[in-house]
């Protein structure tokens, strides 16, 4: 069995398709020989900085060539890079970095306010790599990034310890309560949990190993061009872009740093993107909405797949993009930072899968908390494990490991925390995660499966659910909403509305008007500031 390491691959892939194109942000092109370059220029400074074997270099960046470069570049020396969510504040920033030990940050320079208010906090930092922008260049302190990667470097740098496929990847993700928890991701089990190479929509199976993953791009290989509309520094555009350069493919970024539907689809016309990467409906419904107010303005022929993970995405919403992409099909995947391919549901023009209704990957499972297995059919609900290919645990976090990851059944899992029910059929009822669980009268709701009846309603462009302290019930379901552009829905009609999808008592019963739910980058909500807003608009203590 093959043992893999990124760097190993993208150095091959390097090596076949040099002219063809990696990375295209805005007017700028670099071509794998170019990228394969420009990361081993980085690899060589990182090394001659005097970070040893998996010191973890930060990537503090926005969307653009210079995160995938920062993360090879380490991958090559056998390093390990860490993500950083580009929204923190200052304590925030401190915290992640202190936590991972980050030795080398790469940044925008936009940030070099912030940077240089916590740099004398961080003193294990050996090198902060500035990449100029509108914002401004690199300070005294930090260094010039694109004057390191434009420099000469061997063909394939290396530390002197080598690589392994035992190389980590940091990824942190916030989840729903607690500071940032660092994900440890073995290269080995990434590229098998991401496919190793293999493409459903192009018709290739994982490969055995590196000469056949190779051994595919002749002449006449087809260009696969993926685009991520969302953030590289969380797992869905970064894993996504990972596959994609698997395939000798080309990773497009888009220069805007806050979302311009219109700049998306302009793109996708430009270069012929066969993939785009979103984040449920914070993406999907800004998709539509611009489609249907420019009917056949975009060529968006060459769209094979939009794919997206970690958000819920209605049916509605599906079926409704597909008249505007009639070929493409739509793969709604249900997982997490430490739990990838729990399940998936895959819409076309030929049919679409209903909303958080999700077919079971090869290796998940659903179970009580008491480690029984539910049976499809009984109504019981369980939490979806999954097993295979899972990370090693969180980062300097024996407990929440300990937590996470669990041994059932004589095997090992990921139990990230969603429930959810198992049909007859096997596929999946997704519920939502426990921690935001809404616990009214005895019953428990979770805020997912109200949210999207709430958003199937004319009236309503997005929506939160909430619970909210109650003397009598222990807690009730506050509905916060984001209104269609000059509706104004009322309490009554919205919980008509959900009584007539979903039991009684998972109606609202209170209501606060947003002017937007505010939505982070990968499309999650803040319920914590969110049941604020509520509770302080409704005058209740929480």
């Keep these: ?62 969307n653009g ?16 890079p860490v993500n950083t969510n580009y929204r923190y504040g200052h304590d925030e920033i401190v915290y992640l970095f202190d936590n991972a030990d980050a030795e080398a940050v790469v940044y925008h320079a936009t940030f070099n306010d912030l940077v240089a208010s916590v740099r004398h906090e961080l003193p294990k930092v050996k090198r902060w790599y500035c990449v100029a922008d509108a914002a401004g260049s690199a300070p005294d302190w930090a260094i010039d990034y694109e004057s390191v990667v434009s420099m000469p470097a061997p063909d394939a740098v290396r530390g002197p310890w080598g690589r392994s496929p035992d190389d980590l990847l940091l990824l942190y993700t916030g989840g729903t309560t607690g500071m940032p928890k660092g994900v440890m991701w073995r290269q080995d089990d990434l590229v098998n949990v991401l496919g190793s190479g293999g493409n459903a929509v192009l018709g290739f199976a994982p490969a055995a190993d590196m ?12 260009r696969f061009t ?34 311009d539907v219109a700049e998306l689809f302009d793109q996708v016309q430009r270069h012929h993107v066969n993939s785009i990467i979103i984040v449920g409906q914070a993406f999907a419904g800004p998709m539509l909405e611009h489609l249907d107010a420019s009917p056949g303005r975009y060529d968006l022929s060459s769209v094979r797949m939009i794919t997206s993970s970690g958000v819920m995405w209605s049916q509605d919403n599906k079926q409704a993009l597909l008249a ?47 480690g029984r297995r539910v049976t499809p059919g009984s109504g019981e609900r369980g939490l979806v494990a999954v097993g295979g290919f899972i990370p090693l645990g969180y980062y300097k976090d024996d407990a929440k490991t300990a937590q996470t990851f669990r041994t059932i059944e004589g095997k090992r899992w990921s139990v990230p925390g969603d429930w959810a029910e198992v049909n007859e059929d096997g596929t999946l009822n997704l519920l939502g995660r426990g921690s935001v669980c809404i616990n ?23 929506a939160v659910a909430v619970g909210l302290p109650d003397t009598r019930f222990g807690e009730t379901i506050c509905a916060v909403v984001e209104p269609t552009p000059g509706a104004s829905p009322t309490l ?45 608009e409704l005058g209740i203590t929480v």
């Design 211 to 222: 000469s056949e993953l190779i051994g595919r791009m002749g002449a006449d290989w087809p």
């Design 226 to 259: 993926l685009l991520s509309a969302c953030p590289l520094m969380h797992g869905t555009g970064q894993f996504s872009s990972f596959i994609a350069l698997m395939l000798g493919g080309c990773v497009v970024t888009l220069p805007s740093r806050s979302f």
């Design 492 to 536: 009554a009609e919205l919980a008509d509305f959900v009584k007539s999808n979903l039991a009684a008592y998972k109606a609202p019963r209170q209501l606060v008007i947003v002017d937007t739910i505010g939505r982070a980058p990968n499309g999650k909500v803040d319920y914590k500031r969110l049941r604020g807003v509520a509770a302080k």
């Design 324 to 370: 505007h992409m009639p070929d493409a099909a739509l793969f709604d995947s249900f997982g997490s930072s430490e739990a990838v391919g729990m399940g998936a549901s895959v819409s076309t023009k030929d049919g679409t899968s209903k909303t958080a209704r999700f077919m079971l990957g090869p290796f998940c499972g659903v179970f009580t908390e008491d």
């Design 1 to 62: 069995m093959t043992s893999w390491n990124l760097a190993d691959i993208y150095e091959a892939v390097a090596r076949v398709v040099p002219d063809r194109p990696a990375q295209v942000h805005g007017n700028r092109t670099f071509t794998w020989s170019q990228f394969d370059q420009r990361c081993n220029a980085l690899a060589a400074d990182l090394l001659a900085a005097g970070l040893s074997h998996q010191s973890k270099v930060a990537a503090y960046l926005y």
């Design 440 to 462: 009214t009268g005895g019953e428990k709701v979770f805020p997912e499966e109200v949210e999207e009846a709430l958003k199937r309603h004319a009236k309503v462009r997005d």
């Design 65 to 80: 060539p210079e995160y995938l470069e920062t993360y090879v570049a380490a991958f090559k020396a056998g390093l390990a």
